[in-house]
């Protein structure tokens, strides 16, 4: 094969930072390109210099697409030349259908092949027959066989993923990068996803794929480059054999990681957290339950996993104990310490020993407008205020309890008046979970909390939840990466269709256990 892309001595700078040092790229015609590391490490970075984010001028180096040199000054130019990404968050716009996500922006381009969409006064009308008939076949190519008029807010995230890879082969797409296609896939729709882009490679398109999910890359990749520090550490041959998650760790970290999971030997205590009988229906129909019958416990020192499919009702559950977040029509006992819990709020949950950190970071776990220290103490702002009335933030306080977190978290920032924002995932989530830590909880509820976190991020974070537990606390954590769950976990409970289907102790869980009672028919 020869390379249809190679990028050459790579070097970024931004203000009192080197995030690209002499990076060195090169992928073949028709492969899929996993691009590996740590969060932080330039991977997204090398995408921006590559896409044109960050324009030519603006870095040292040379990119050569197709064995010529270009210089593109922003995404279209890029776009114009083939090279099209998908950002981890999907740029589409949700009230709009999917066929006009498809070709917003490209109404006058290759939606409709070589006419393109518009006709009529100096071409300023859409011709929204071919409009639709072109979506559909471009749909159809992606194995999406919904109505092309429906609003891409009333589709699931795996087929929203599927409107971009749509979206992007309306612009002849050669070059198809995509930063974690998968982060937020349950496992059928990562299936479809990456046996689509075994599909797509069929048919000649080059793929780069930025991933955590080892197991994933290894699965569909033909070759596997890995970014350390801003630097090229190495480039695998997946079909020469040798590669494995082991292999591919070593060179992200720099050493083995012999263990996935931090020692830790349990001290389990008594029951904490207590629920019975736990009925939860959905916040709009009144008449469908989410939540059936649900109990289960928390011992103090204990690490308890929920198991579940996607849309078993997991974060659901999880919500509805924190203050009845979720749903309507609640029913059942919470207890806590043994006393019976009315939680009617988030506040009446915090104040009671409840922290809920939720699987979605970006949009409900941080504001990322905010700085380090205003998202840490922004759950527990009572213990900061001061003066008559208690209506003032003792600020200087504020500064030096967040920075407490941030050197016992390891929070890499150069201070914590740096925005959170800016920050890599496995950092924003330590900023998260020190914000609900600073509320002293007694039951600290964690819904997907490595997810999109690279490997090094996560062994910290499960550092972390082990302390808390030797702590004495309680934790309760949902995560869709059933490794994670048996690694960590004490015991774990299976949903199905919104009911607990089995309890597993650690010695009796694995995963082909847990598949079988997640799936069970729970009705």
């Not at 960590?488 to 299976?494: A, G, P, V």
Request: net charge negative; hydrophobic share 40%.
């Amino acid at each position: 094969m020869e390379p249809i892309l190679q990028m050459r001595s790579i070097t970024k700078r931004f203000p009192g930072v080197l995030a690209l040092n002499d990076v060195n790229l090169t992928v073949q015609r028709g492969a899929i390109h996993a691009i590996c590391g740590e969060n932080g490490a330039g991977k997204s970075t090398l995408m921006k210099v590559l896409s044109g984010v960050y324009p030519h001028g603006s870095y040292d180096g040379e990119i050569l697409f197709e064995n010529q040199p270009v210089q593109f000054s922003n995404i279209r130019d890029s776009e114009a030349a083939g090279i099209v990404i998908i950002h981890q968050e999907l740029a589409l716009i949700p009230e709009l259908s999917i066929a006009e996500n498809i070709f917003l922006g490209n109404e006058n381009g290759a939606g409709s092949r070589r006419r393109g969409l518009l006709r009529g006064v100096i071409g300023g009308v859409i011709d929204w027959d071919s409009t639709h008939h072109r979506a559909i076949e471009l749909m159809a190519r992606v194995g999406l066989r919904d109505n092309p008029l429906t609003p891409v807010k009333d589709l699931g995230i795996g087929k929203q993923q599927l409107v971009e890879i749509a979206k992007a082969l309306s612009k002849d797409v050669k070059l198809l990068i995509l930063d974690e296609p998968t982060a937020a896939l349950n496992d059928d729709d990562s299936t479809h996803l990456l046996d689509l882009l075994k599909g797509l490679q069929g048919k000649g398109i080059t793929s780069i794929m930025i991933s955590h999910k080892l197991n994933e890359i290894e699965r569909v990749s033909d070759a596997i480059t890995i970014i350390r520090d801003g630097r090229t550490i190495e480039t695998l041959d997946v079909a020469q054999g040798g590669v494995d998650e082991d292999r591919i760790i070593r060179g992200m970290v720099g050493r083995d990681l012999d263990h996935r999971f931090p020692d830790h030997t349990p001290e389990i205590g008594g029951v904490l957290f207590e629920l019975k009988d736990w009925n939860v229906a959905h916040p709009d129909d009144r008449s469908r339950t989410v939540i059936q019958d649900a109990n289960l416990s928390v011992r103090r020192g204990e690490i308890v996993g929920i198991a579940g499919l996607m849309g078993a009702g997991r974060t659901e559950l999880a919500r509805s104990i924190f203050g009845r977040s979720y749903g309507s029509k609640h029913s059942g006992t919470v207890l806590l310490d043994g006393k019976e819990l009315h939680l009617k709020s988030v506040h009446e949950a915090i104040g009671a020993g409840i922290a809920y950190v939720s699987e979605d970071r970006k949009g409900l776990g941080l504001n990322l407008l905010d700085d380090i220290k205003t998202s840490i103490s922004a759950a527990g702002l009572d213990q900061l205020r001061t003066g008559v009335g208690k209506v003032m933030v003792d600020e200087h306080r504020e500064v030096v309890v967040a920075e407490e977190y941030r050197k016992s978290f390891n929070i890499k920032a150069p201070s914590v008046t740096a925005g959170v924002g800016k920050l890599s995932g496995g950092n924003q989530q330590k900023v998260v979970l020190s914000k609900w830590l600073y509320t002293q909880p007694r039951l600290l509820i964690l819904d997907e909390p490595t997810r999109g976190i690279d490997v090094g991020a996560k062994f910290e974070i499960y550092g972390i939840i082990q302390a808390l537990a030797r702590e004495g606390k309680g934790v309760l954590v949902i995560s869709s990466e059933l490794p994670e769950l048996l690694g960590l976990c004490d015991r774990i409970y299976t949903l199905a269709e919104g009911a607990i289907t089995h309890e597993f102790t650690r010695d009796e869980a694995t995963q082909e256990a847990l598949m079988r009672h997640m799936t069970a028919d729970a009705r």
